[in-house]
């Protein structure tokens, strides 16, 4: 079963800054999913990225997947309040069972 | 359309009981998927049905089972409730299995006392 480790673990920032929050494996990834869980709620799919190198945008939120398809990041610009919640990466393995990283549990301050 | 739907929302049981906990996928779904949340382990697959079928299993012990009805509701059954198993349940829904697209429920909240 595949690992995926997400950090940091904790973000805490000021509305208005930038951050970026990072997912890897020790195994290259099928395809890779971004969610964003919002307290009380279950995870919604942000983007799935597939090909090594992709670069996805959603608004102020881009979402990179490694050259080698071992890693992904998601970089937030101008944080607002809205965007806090916790943001899980995970991947579909080949039998379609979703494996899930811890995630990383952003609070933006107003 | 509406969402997925979980009932009940939240729920506070004793060590030894079991429990059952209902899905509503969206409607035209076919494939639900259950997954145990906690702190420690974070989010964890347990099984997914598809056609009232079990079509995939997670690495959780025999206490846990679910199934399917024909019109694509789920319920999950845990027996024999320990601590550990206090946790958020959530459901998700997908067209088919396999695709990419899944729907997430608000989960259950269970307390094991």
């Known amino acids: 079963t595949q690992l995926l480790e997400q950090s940091p673990q904790f973000l805490s920032i000021q509305e208005g800054e930038n951050l970026t929050v990072y997912c890897n494996s020790s195994?290259?990834?099928?395809?890779l999913q971004w969610y964003r869980q919002e307290p009380g709620e279950g995870p919604v799919l942000l983007v799935t990225?597939?090909?090594?190198?992709e670069v996805k945008k959603l608004k102020r939120l881009t979402f990179q997947f490694g050259d080698a398809r071992k890693d992904s990041s998601l970089h937030i610009t101008a944080a607002q309040p809205g965007d806090t919640g916790l943001y899980l990466c995970?991947?579909?393995?080949?039998?379609?069972?979703?494996?899930f990283g811890k995630g990383t549990l952003l609070t933006v301050n107003p | 359309k509406a969402g997925v739907t979980q009932t009940p929302r939240y729920l506070i049981k004793t060590r030894g009981q079991q429990v059952t906990l209902s899905c509503s996928p969206i409607s035209g779904h076919r494939s639900v998927s259950w997954y145990q949340q906690t702190p420690g382990q974070g989010l964890q697959f347990l099984f997914e049905y598809f056609s009232e079928t079990q079509r995939n299993k997670g690495n959780f012990p025999g206490r846990f089972s679910g199934r399917q009805f024909s019109n694509s509701r789920s319920e999950m059954n845990v027996s024999t409730l320990e601590l550990g198993d206090s946790a958020l349940y959530l459901c998700?829904?997908?067209?088919?299995?396999?695709?990419?697209?899944?729907?997430f429920g608000p989960g259950t909240r269970l307390t094991v006392t």
């Open positions: 995970a991947e579909r393995g080949s039998n379609y069972k979703l494996t």
């Open positions: 990225v597939v090909t090594g190198g």
């Open positions: 195994s290259v990834f099928s395809s």
């Open positions: 998700a829904s997908s067209l088919w299995q396999g695709r990419n697209e899944q729907y």
